[in-house]
Structure formats: C-alpha cells, structure tokens
C-alpha cells in the first residue's frame, strides 16, 4: 500500500480540513495519485467529469453556490488545457477557485516527455500560461514546498480569482514525512473591513430617491442580507446585474423594491429609476458593458459611488471592500440612529418593464411563454444555471430567481456548455433541485455531462430549447449581414428521445407545444434524478438583447428554411 504521508495526502487532508468537500476533475497518469489520495478518505469526494472543460466549470458552480472554494483537477497536456477557458470564466467573474494541474516528473523536464510543460528547452509553459487565467500560479518542485504553496493558493483564491498548483507527478507521490492530521498550515489573509464614513456621509447629504445596483460580489461574500438591510434603510430601488440575478430583488430580499436587471439584457425601467436618483450605489459590481449598457447617459448625470473589492470600469467614487458582509453591516450601522439619512424618500413607482423583441410566428415554442410556464411551476429553493446564447437572454431577461435560490449565468467569458458543469457543481454542494436551461448549441459542446448526473444520480432537470442553430449567430447574421447566408443552423435534432434512447434509466422527452410543457416540467421535477425536457424552438426568433432591437434590418418573424447552406 503506497505510504499516506505523500504531497498528496497533505493536499486532500489540508483541502477536507477547510471544508472542501468535492474535487472534480478528469482522471489521468500525471493526477492519479491525487485520486487516489481522495479514495483513503470519507470527508471529501472526488467526482469524475467526462471534460476538463466542464470539470472547471463544476469547481465553478460549486464556488458560485456558496459552499467554499470550488477545486479543479486535471492531468498534464490537453488535459490542463482543457481547463483554460473555465479558469477564463472563473477569473473574469472573480469565482474562487482552485486548480490542481498535473505536470509531467520534473527528471524529465525539457527533455522530450511526453505533455512536458515545464517550459524548459522549447516545451509548452505550463507557468506563463495558467499565469494568465489566475490570481496566483506557482510551480511546486520540492515537497516541503506544499507546505506553503497551498494556504497561499487558498487564500489567494478567496480574493477572487482561479489559483493554479502545478504539480509534477514524482512531486506529488513524495513523502512528507509526519502526517500532519489534515491540520491547516497557514492563515489566510484576513479580509479588510472598509471604512463606511465617506460613503455614509454621501448618503446621509442625499436629498432624494436613491437607486442600488448589486453586483456578483454580493454572491460571492454571500453578503444578501446585509445588503437588504442596507436598501431598507435607505429606501431604496434596487436593480441587479445581469450575472447576480438572485443577490437581491427576490421574495424575502426586496422584491416590492426591484427594477430587474440592469444591461443588454436587461429591464429599460433601470436606466428611468438612474436618471430620477439623487444618488446611485453601486454594490459589489465592476459595472462591464453588459451589466451597463444603457445606462452610460444615466450615470454620468447622477452623482455615483461604489462599494466592493474591485473599482467599476465607469467613473464614480470608490470605497474599497474585500469583505461586503462585514463592511455593509457597518455602514448600515453608521446610517441608522442618528446617522440615518434625513433626505432620502421613497422614489416614485417605476414599473419594471421588459424588452419587446418582435413578434415571431414560425413553428415550435416562443421563449417567452416558456419562461412563463417556468416561472409558474418551478417551487422556492430551485438553482437555476442558465447557458449563453438567445435562450441564456431570455431567461436572464424573462425568469426570475426562486426564494432561498440561486441563479447562477457566466457572463465573464460567455463560454457555450458552461451550465452542465456548472449545474453538478451546484448540486453537489447545495444537495437540492438544479434547472440547466442551455441550448442545442451548447449541449453539443459539452451536454454529455448529463451522463455524469446520471452517474451520481443528481436531482437536475436538463430543459434543452432545440432551435437547430448556433441561434444568436443567426440572429447577427440576419440583423447585421442582411440575411444573405447562414453558417450557423444545423441539422435535425431528436435531443430529448435520443438521449431516452442512448442513456437507460434517464427520464428524457421532447416538447413540440407549449401546451406540453407543464405537465412534462411537473414530470421532471418530481423524478429524485436527473430528467431532459428538449423543448422545440425557432432560431429566427429575436431574443430580448438590446443590440438586436430598433435596427434599421427588418428581422424575420417566420421560420426560413431557404438559406443557402455556407460552404465549410
């Protein structure tokens, strides 16, 4: 039996004893020993993903949930390859996370291995590269080295960002020597507590409504109850970004107070609630231009200031805060009593209103109407993981958060397919029901993950909306390029009987008419696994995303099937 003082050992020990209790990766030669270091334990799991894409994306999803830092593994070569784009994600969304990248024995560093990394003698860089797609990369080469390594990844991570371990393989199955017990070595570097006093005398001078956009660090410090307290004593409005739907503006977090969603995608009231505010706050949110656009004419007119981690792209007055449970309830604290401001009022009622795509009569189910059914059955406490594309707008724009929910949606780099990974890592750690709302598009990327649901018997439901298309890629090519061409409509898809027929035990069913769907949503919730709705949908249907609406090109309002097939 191989000794359990190894490198990895400590790792998986260190991992379990900080509450990590999921490592999800893709098995192989330069990881394995880090599975099985995992298999001696019963205080952490390690689940196997069908891609290291997804697996990132799972560690993703877990973190999002709010259950810790989430851990990725991946063997060296195309393996930690895979990983890029999640790391992409997680670092452009500030998601914290881990990365434990296998690398090849450093005897044979630059010497022709096989998946060298080590970026010796013309190999592949493993360091520069994942240095790019974190907030903290370091090379392990020595055992005692893990020693430090680790805690400093971890709290590396917890400011926001992937953290990368590069791990050579006779590394890892080195011995340490003293077991250490799953004991932490090293504190993470404490959060900073801001001083609320600048801000608070802001607010306290505010003569009028103020206006509050929550953004993804709310999530991230799980900081929602304090930011409700916050907009109750301010009176507030409060409107979230797109990719922090359930931050605020929910059943139980000020739901009678909400504008919805800022952006591209979001609800137009936002921009009307802006321009009337004496004020504007913005709460843990860089403000990119999705989140934004829109509003760039309302903002620069209302006097603005920020509180997070990280100061907004816009110009505005900043108060910097690594730790927004904590620095909230301060100046909440400030702002009551006899700090409470004497200014402020309610504002004027302003109705959320929605994005009006044109109307669209071709075949299959409208976007709009399946949001409906959804927003009708789906019960509190679902986490809904939603995919990019024009069914990712929709949802974003049309489907609101369920209470003591989440509704996680990446939106740092938009990559198709992130929601299966993402939606076992939530499942993972939140134990309850998920709803994955992708579309074919993204399900032929990395839709096979759902085999890995059914591996783990997960309680997700899958609704696929089948429109036969990379379908925001045909939206442009009709809006921006005259509809002359499509390179992006595919062929003919079965996607929920195919997967009945190629996974057995899945529940799995097509939708051709929304009059189908409540039933079969009401069928798939109540199954204690996972289950598929593909739902039959149109590609010509314009989403609600703004840059689609009010151009000068008419967009289609019937299915086209006469397009001339682009050449590969």
Do not use: W
Request: proline letters at 6%; glycine letters at 12%; a negative charge.
């Amino acid at each position: 039996m191989a000794s359990r003082h190894r490198v990895v050992d400590h790792i998986v020990g260190h991992l379990a004893a900080s509450g990590v209790s999921h490592i999800f990766g893709v098995d192989g030669a330069n990881i394995e020993d880090l599975y099985d270091a995992t298999h001696f334990r019963d205080d952490i799991t390690a689940v196997l993903a069908k891609h290291e894409f997804s697996a990132a994306a799972m560690a993703d999803g877990y973190s999002r949930s709010g259950a810790g830092i989430g851990v990725v593994a991946a063997t060296s070569g195309g393996g930690c390859l895979n990983t890029v784009p999640g790391l992409g994600e997680s670092l452009a969304s500030r998601v914290p996370v881990l990365a434990l990248i296998g690398q090849a024995p450093t005897a044979l560093d630059g010497r022709g291995a096989f998946q060298d990394t080590s970026g010796r003698n013309g190999a592949l860089d493993a360091h520069a590269l994942f240095s790019a797609v974190s907030v903290y990369c370091r090379r392990v080469v020595s055992a005692r080295d893990i020693l430090t390594a680790l805690p400093e990844a971890l709290a590396a991570a917890r400011t926001g960002g992937p953290a990368v371990l590069l791990l050579p393989k006779d590394i890892q199955q080195a011995d340490l020597g003293e077991p250490t017990n799953g004991k932490v070595n090293g504190i993470p570097v404490g959060a900073q507590l801001s001083d609320p006093g600048p801000l608070a005398a802001a607010l306290r001078e505010a003569a009028g409504p103020i206006t509050i956009i929550a953004g993804e660090q709310v999530a991230r410090d799980d900081a929602r109850a304090e930011l409700e307290r916050l907009r109750a004593t301010l009176r507030a409005r409060i409107a979230t970004v797109p990719d922090a739907k359930d931050v605020a503006g929910t059943p139980g977090l000020g739901s009678s107070s909400a504008l919805g969603v800022s952006g591209v995608m979001g609800h137009p009231g936002v921009a009307t609630a802006v321009a009337r505010s004496a004020l504007c706050l913005l709460v843990g949110t860089r403000m990119t231009v999705t989140a934004r656009a829109g509003l760039d004419d309302a903002l620069s007119t209302v006097p603005t200031y920020s509180i997070g981690s990280a100061a907004p792209y816009l110009p505005c007055t900043h108060v910097h805060a690594d730790d927004l449970r904590g620095s909230l309830a301060l100046l909440t604290q400030a702002l009551s009593g006899h700090g409470r401001p004497a200014h402020v009022r309610v504002p004027d009622t302003v109705l959320r209103s929605e994005l009006r795509p044109p109307p669209h009569n071709g075949p299959g189910v409208r976007y709009r109407d399946a949001m409906a059914v959804l927003d009708d059955v789906l019960p509190a406490g679902t986490d809904i993981v939603v995919d990019a594309g024009n069914i990712g707008a929709s949802a974003i724009h049309y489907l609101g958060a369920r209470r003591d929910g989440r509704f996680v949606v990446a939106l740092g780099m938009g990559g198709m397919g992130y929601s299966f990974g993402a939606g076992i890592g939530m499942t993972f750690a939140r134990g309850g029901r998920t709803v994955v709302i992708a579309g074919d598009g993204s399900f032929f990327m990395h839709g096979m993950e759902i085999h890995t649901a059914l591996q783990y018997r997960l309680p997700i439901t899958f609704l696929l909306f089948d429109n036969h298309a990379h379908a925001m890629c045909v939206t442009r090519e009709q809006t921006f390029y005259g509809d002359r061409y499509s390179y992006n409509r595919f062929g003919p898809s079965h996607l929920g009987p195919g997967l009945a027929a190629m996974f057995p035990g899945l529940p799995s069913l097509g939708v051709d008419d929304i009059g189908q769907l409540p039933a079969a949503l009401q069928l798939a919730l109540d199954d204690d696994g996972p289950s598929v709705i593909s739902i039959e949908c149109s590609a010509d249907e314009i989403p609600p995303f703004a840059a689609f609406l009010n151009r000068s090109a008419t967009p289609h309002t019937e299915e086209n099937r006469t397009h001339v097939a682009a050449r590969a």
